[in-house]
């Protein structure tokens, strides 16, 4: 009984003891406990409560430069929260509302132009307060103000891979910066591509009709029984918007020029099918249209990312992000990557699919919230981020070490020259009349005729919905 009663009372004294020295701490931090600071030097060192919103980001590793971040400030805390896509936006709408949303947010740059009034510019510099011990002796101490300069303009552009400037500096203001960037790429199947003869991964759209052609494997009732690929279609593909966009850009369309959607100009007058649209659309479309030659995919079949993990399908159009879903999904799918095939190999073009992070303008803590974003997104701190993520780098200068990874080459190449084909304020509606788009092309008319007038039609009836959101 004396043994437990001592055990309770020595786990008392210890509880007694951290709660002490937590109290101590916090009076550090708040200047109390640091004799001959001024009023406004313990003002600098309030604690601070950063709440950071984050989608798709690496919550470990975010933790991780949290805990960093508080070692060089003591007075900020940084609490990450992980927010699923689908709810982000009437989340975020609602916090903003009650005026309890987040200081950080992570923000997909097609959703910036829809935010920009929600969301701070970053400023060229700012000013955050530390305590340091002056003399070791006497352990006096004194508050040192860092000024940290953020990116501007010119080092954005000089500095990132050409998107992003495109991307984040708007109004001549800059509304975040990105700790990776993403393209897409072709993943496949090699032990499909071996039984079927396909002995490299196709380089060009022409090898790869080829090595779809090989891939694809038909029952007695003509019912695909194995996909080359999950194209043509947009009901059960994740990336249907983003691989459309991306063969119209290898076919030189483009598709939005400052505020104006441009990708179906021109349409009306074409009578042949070759506009460049018509052209992108056609070939996209032929894999789900049972009479063509490429046809190894339909509206019937499941959604694109689950038959390719079950083994069902050659080739899967996907990016960085993938990986990791597939490994965990199917670690014994005998996955390789290689870069998306192009038109013109002389002209590349890809996607560009990302994140940045931003600060929200209702935050009551701008100084220490961008200071934050600049330390996240530093050069350092990214290098160490898509190393530990396997994604590929938004800053120039670490895409060649990244090029040497079998992995992460393919994306971080085409991150060169990717773009982003959407600027507007409401992706999901662009998204949704491009879902349209697809459903309506490959309707056939009676005639080869009333078939192009409906294609010119639909094409131009969708590029009218999408520049109603800019």
């Known amino acids: 009984m004396r043994i437990r009663r001592n055990e309770h009372t020595m786990k008392k004294r210890i509880k007694t003891l951290v709660s002490l020295i937590m109290l101590s701490g916090l009076l550090v931090v708040s200047g109390f406990g640091c004799k001959g600071l001024s009023q406004q030097e313990r003002a600098s060192l309030r604690p601070v409560t950063l709440n950071y919103w984050t989608v798709y980001g690496d919550v470990d590793q975010l933790r991780t430069y949290a805990a960093e971040y508080s070692t060089q400030y003591p007075h900020v805390t940084v609490n990450i929260r992980q927010v699923r896509y689908e709810e982000f936006d009437s989340l975020f709408t609602n916090a903003l509302a009650d005026d309890v949303g987040p200081d950080i947010v992570s923000m997909h740059v097609r959703w910036l132009r829809k935010n920009e009034s929600r969301l701070s510019p970053a400023p060229s510099s700012i000013q955050v307060s530390r305590l340091v011990t002056k003399n070791q002796y006497t352990k006096e101490q004194e508050v040192v103000v860092d000024t940290i300069s953020l990116p501007r303009e010119r080092e954005v552009r000089n500095n990132y891979v050409q998107t992003v400037a495109k991307d ?54 003509l019912d695909i029984i194995q996909s080359g690929v999950a194209m043509g279609t947009s009901q059960n593909i994740d990336n249907f918007a983003d691989i459309v966009a991306l063969l119209m850009l290898q076919s030189g369309v483009t598709m939005v ?214």
Do not use: C
């Open 168 to 221: 984040v500096v708007f109004n001549q203001n800059i509304f975040g910066f990105p700790m990776a960037l993403d393209t897409l790429a072709l993943f496949y199947n090699q032990t499909i591509l071996d039984r079927s003869g396909v002995a490299e991964a196709p380089k060009t759209w022409d090898e790869f009709v080829r090595a779809v052609q090989q891939t694809t494997k038909f029952n007695a009732t």
């Open 257 to 470: 020029e400052g505020n104006t959607v441009t990708f179906g100009s021109g349409v009306e007058r074409d009578q042949t099918r070759t506009h460049p649209t018509i052209r992108a659309l056609d070939f996209y479309t032929g894999f789900a249209r049972a009479t063509a030659d490429r046809y190894s995919w339909n509206e019937k079949m499941q959604n694109a990312f689950d038959e390719f993990v079950r083994g069902r399908t050659a080739f899967f159009i996907g990016f960085a992000y993938d990986f990791p879903r597939l490994q965990a999904r199917a670690p014994q799918l005998p996955l390789k990557i290689a870069p998306i095939p192009q038109l013109n190999p002389e002209t590349p073009a890809n996607v560009a699919n990302y994140w940045v992070e931003s600060v929200v303008k209702k935050s009551k803590n701008q100084n220490e919230a961008w200071g934050f974003v600049q330390f996240i997104t530093s050069k350092e701190k990214v290098r160490e981020y898509v190393t530990a993520t396997s994604r590929p780098s938004p800053y120039r200068e670490q895409i060649t070490a990244q090029q040497e990874s079998e992995i992460l080459g393919p994306f971080a190449t085409q991150a060169l020259y990717a773009d982003n084909w959407y600027r507007g304020r409401e992706v999901d509606v662009a998204i949704g009349a491009m879902k349209d788009l697809v459903t309506e092309y490959l309707r056939q008319g009676n005639t080869p005729e009333e078939t192009l007038r409906k294609d010119r039609t639909v094409i131009v009836n969708t590029a009218a919905k999408i520049q109603q959101t800019y």
